[in-house]
C-alpha cells in the first residue's frame, strides 16, 4: 500500500467529531500514512476557506469530516471547490444526512403551511411573498447540497440511515461508500483490560464521591433532549445511581438542563448525580456498572462507540442506529421495557455476556480496520 499525504478537515471545538477525527489521524498514521490533522471552529467559515487554501502541496487526498453543526454550507461548497481546483481528492464524510437537518427545509416547509389571517389581499400579499422566498430558500437547499455531491470526489457514510438519504447530495452511486462508525478509545484512558478493573473503579468512585458498593448506572455526553434523560431517570431503580456526565449543548436552547434539575428536585430524587465537567467524562465512564443510551433519535453514537471500547455493559434503545452493536448492549422500545432492563442488567452473568459481545466488536470494528477502507475510498 502507497503511503499518502492525507488532510483531514475537522472540528477544533470539543466534540465527538473531534475525537473521532483525532482517532482516525492516529489509526492513519499507524498505517504509514503522514497525515495533518486540521481543527476549524464552529461554523468560522473565514477560518474554513483559509484552510481550504493552506493545505501543503505534498497532501493529494483532504478528508472533510462532516456534521451540519460545524460548517455552513454554502462555505463548506466554497472551500471543496478550492480544493478541486488545487488538484486536491475530496473525500466528503458525511456523519448526519436527513432533510430536518437543513434550516432552509424548514422554512420551506413553514411556508407550506402558511395559515390565512383574514384580509383577502393582505393574504395574497403574503401568499405570492412566502412563495418567493420559499422558492429562493429550495433553490439555496438544493444548490448547496448538490454542489457537495458534485465536488466530492467520494462521500462516505457512517450509518445506514444517513446512507440511505444519499440520494440528496448524488445520484453517482460509484462515489458513495459506507464505513461503520468504528469503536473508538476514551481519549488519554488505558485500555480496560489493563490492570484491575475493580481496583480502578473503586479508585474513580472515591475520586469522584460516588459510593463504592451501589450499582451505578451512566448516561453520558451532551445533554440533548433526543437522549430523553428525565425518561432514564424515571426508569432507574431506587436502589441503583444514575448519573449524567456531560455537558448542556451548545445547540440545546430549550434549557433542559434545567428541565432536568426541576424534574428531579420536583420528585425529590436522592439517586441522581448530575455532573457537568466535561473533563471528568472519561472518570465516569469507567466507574459506572452500565451505560443507558435510551436516544429516540440517532445516526450513530459516538458515546456508544467508547462504551463498547470501555468492555461495559449497555442499553440501547430501539433506534436503527444501534443495530450495529448487536449483543453488547439490552434494546428497550419504552419506558417499560427500558425499566425491565435496568434490572435484568444488574445480573452478573447478563453483563458478562453483553461485554464479551463487546470485546468482538472492539475487534471487527477497530480504528485501524476502519482507517483501511477509508484508504481504499480514496479515489486514485
Not at 289 to 303: C, E, K, M, T, W
Not at 325 to 353: D, K, N, W
Request: proline share 5%.
Amino acid at each position: 500500500m502507497t503511503a499518502r499525504h492525507i488532510t483531514i478537515f475537522s472540528s477544533k471545538e470539543r466534540c465527538g467529531i473531534q475525537t473521532y477525527s483525532a482517532t482516525l489521524a492516529e489509526a492513519l498514521r499507524g498505517l504509514g500514512h503522514r497525515v495533518d490533522l486540521v481543527g476549524i471552529g464552529w461554523w468560522d467559515s473565514r477560518a474554513l476557506l483559509r484552510e481550504a487554501g493552506s493545505v501543503a502541496a505534498s497532501s493529494d487526498v483532504v478528508i472533510v469530516e462532516h456534521e451540519f453543526a460545524l460548517y455552513r454550507n454554502a462555505a463548506l461548497a466554497l472551500a471543496m471547490a478550492r480544493l478541486r481546483f488545487a488538484g486536491k481528492r475530496v473525500l466528503l464524510s458525511m456523519h448526519e444526512l436527513d432533510p430536518d437537518k437543513f434550516w432552509n427545509y424548514h422554512k420551506v416547509v413553514a411556508a407550506l403551511h402558511y395559515r390565512m389571517r383574514g384580509s383577502v389581499f393582505g393574504d395574497l400579499a403574503r401568499i405570492l411573498w412566502s412563495t418567493a422566498e420559499a422558492a429562493q430558500r429550495m433553490l439555496r437547499y438544493r444548490l448547496t447540497l448538490w454542489l457537495l455531491g458534485a465536488l466530492a470526489d467520494r462521500i462516505v457514510f457512517h450509518s445506514p440511515r444517513a446512507r440511505a438519504n444519499a440520494g440528496l447530495v448524488t445520484g453517482d452511486e460509484r462515489k458513495v461508500a459506507e464505513i461503520p462508525h468504528f469503536v473508538e478509545p476514551l481519549p488519554g484512558v488505558a485500555d480496560p483490560r489493563e490492570g484491575d478493573p475493580a481496583a480502578r473503579r473503586r479508585e474513580l468512585r472515591e475520586r469522584l464521591g460516588l459510593p463504592l458498593e451501589r450499582f451505578i448506572f451512566v448516561s453520558p455526553g451532551f445533554l440533548f433532549r433526543r437522549k430523553r434523560l428525565i425518561e432514564v431517570i424515571a426508569a432507574t431503580p431506587p436502589d441503583a445511581l444514575i448519573v449524567l456526565a456531560g455537558t448542556e449543548s451548545p445547540h440545546e436552547r430549550e434549557g433542559y438542563l434545567e428541565e432536568i434539575r426541576r424534574y428531579v428536585a420536583d420528585h425529590g430524587l436522592r439517586n441522581v448525580v448530575i455532573d457537568t465537567d466535561y473533563d471528568r467524562m472519561p472518570d465516569h465512564l469507567l466507574a459506572a456498572d452500565a451505560f443507558v443510551l435510551f436516544y429516540r433519535d440517532a445516526f450513530q453514537s459516538g458515546i456508544a462507540s467508547h462504551a463498547i471500547w470501555a468492555e461495559q455493559p449497555c442499553i440501547f434503545s430501539s433506534d436503527p442506529a444501534f443495530d450495529m452493536y448487536g449483543g453488547a448492549g439490552l434494546r428497550a422500545s419504552s419506558e417499560e421495557e427500558l425499566r425491565r432492563a435496568m434490572e435484568e442488567i444488574q445480573s452478573p452473568g447478563v453483563a458478562e455476556r453483553l461485554r464479551e459481545d463487546a470485546r468482538r466488536l472492539k475487534r471487527e470494528l477497530s480504528p485501524q480496520a476502519m482507517a483501511r477502507l477509508y484508504v481504499q475510498a480514496i479515489p486514485s
